[in-house]
């Protein structure tokens, strides 16, 4: 039995009504917060399904205009794309990383000219999806080697940026590549063009769907873990992103996501720039078939996007985004 007055503070009293509940949020999500990930193939009229991703598809560029349409009618501010290159376009060195024709040149010319300004276009900047091997640079005794893997990626981002590319953005964690990115493009006169730098990519093992989407799981015969980052690690986060903003960084991007929260808080708390997360496609993955078993319901998905707002992030990519966006107000 409870005895005597309860306390002259009630918290409960403005959660009892929605509306009163909507006056005092501390964090809203709305479409501006999104970035919608789109996987490419060669081809015709495909929409290839990708098992380790249920709900998500590979797209040949003809069939851009739809998925297209259907962002901008959503308010969904920007795409990123991710090219699932044929193995008969691979080697070991990604060259195919520097053909004006690849995958994600083809569709960024294909985007520009149909819908000009009106998306936004990031598009990734490693080699990855383009090496028999599968690492993000030049492998050199089985070691990624530093800086003959920045001269691919200062030509890979000058030639993005010349087919129109918003946003360059360098997934690939090698040493002093923003710097000399930014100075090739400016020297270029590509000022505009921004970059969002992967600051803080973690060796996670929540990469496999996404590595089996653009094809290079099979070809990874180790890890990543001598240029991507220990997930042990949370002050080296704060130095990669000093670095990376004194090269010239717009933004940052803290990969994966939900496991790494503190680090999103902690580097939006340090430096005041824009902090972006990715939902990476393992989270996507464990979401999304927990909701198919009804393990957890749809709601889940907006909780988990509202801890990045909550940590601090200023955006997310999400391979949810599409879908969440509309059931959100922008």
């Known amino acids: 039995m409870i005895t005597g007055k309860y306390p002259s503070l009630r918290l409960r009293r ?3 009504y929605n509306w009163s509940r909507r006056l005092v949020q501390e964090n809203n999500l709305s479409c501006n917060d999104l970035i919608y ?4 193939i060669d081809g015709k009229n495909k929409k290839q399904p990708i098992k380790s991703m249920p709900g998500v598809h590979r797209y040949s560029i003809d069939r851009l ?3 297209i349409n259907n962002v901008i009618k959503h308010k969904i501010p920007m795409v990123a794309l991710f090219p699932s290159t044929p193995n008969s376009k691979k080697d070991k060195f990604g060259l195919e990383a520097l053909n004006e024709n690849n995958l994600v040149c083809r569709a960024i010319r294909f985007i520009k000219k149909r819908f000009k300004n009106n998306i936004g276009i990031m598009s990734d900047v490693a080699l ?3 090496t028999t091997h599968g690492h993000d640079g030049l492998l050199k005794k089985n070691y990624v080697a530093n800086d003959e893997t920045i001269d691919i990626l200062i030509k890979q981002s000058l030639l993005q940026a010349q087919m129109g590319c918003d946003v360059i953005a360098p997934s690939d964690m090698m040493d002093g590549r923003i710097g000399k990115i930014r100075k090739s493009l400016d020297k ?6 921004q970059i969002l730098s992967y600051a803080v990519k973690y060796a996670s093992n929540f990469y496999g769907p996404f590595r089996d989407a653009v094809g290079s799981k099979k070809s990874l015969k180790s890890d ?3 240029y991507q ?3 042990s690690n949370k ?3 704060l130095r990669e992103v000093a670095l990376d903003i004194k090269e010239g960084a717009d933004m940052v991007m803290v990969k994966p996501g939900l496991p790494y929260l503190d680090i999103i808080q902690r580097i939006k708390e340090n430096f005041k720039i824009p902090v972006l997360a990715y939902q990476v496609s393992g989270e996507y993955s464990l979401i999304k078939n927990g909701i198919n078993n009804k393990l957890i319901n749809e709601d889940a998905i907006i909780e988990s996007l509202m801890s990045f707002k909550r940590a601090g992030a200023s955006a997310i990519v999400s391979y949810f985004a599409l879908e969440i966006s509309k059931k959100i107000k922008s």
């Open 14 to 16: 403005t959660r009892k």
């Open 37 to 40: 990930p789109i996987f490419l």
């Open 65 to 67: 205009g739809i998925i």
């Open 128 to 130: 990855d999806p383009y």
């Open 188 to 193: 270029n006169k590509f000022h505009d063009v």
């Open 224 to 226: 990543k873990k001598n």
């Open 229 to 231: 980052m220990d997930f």
């Open 235 to 237: 002050n080296e986060s």
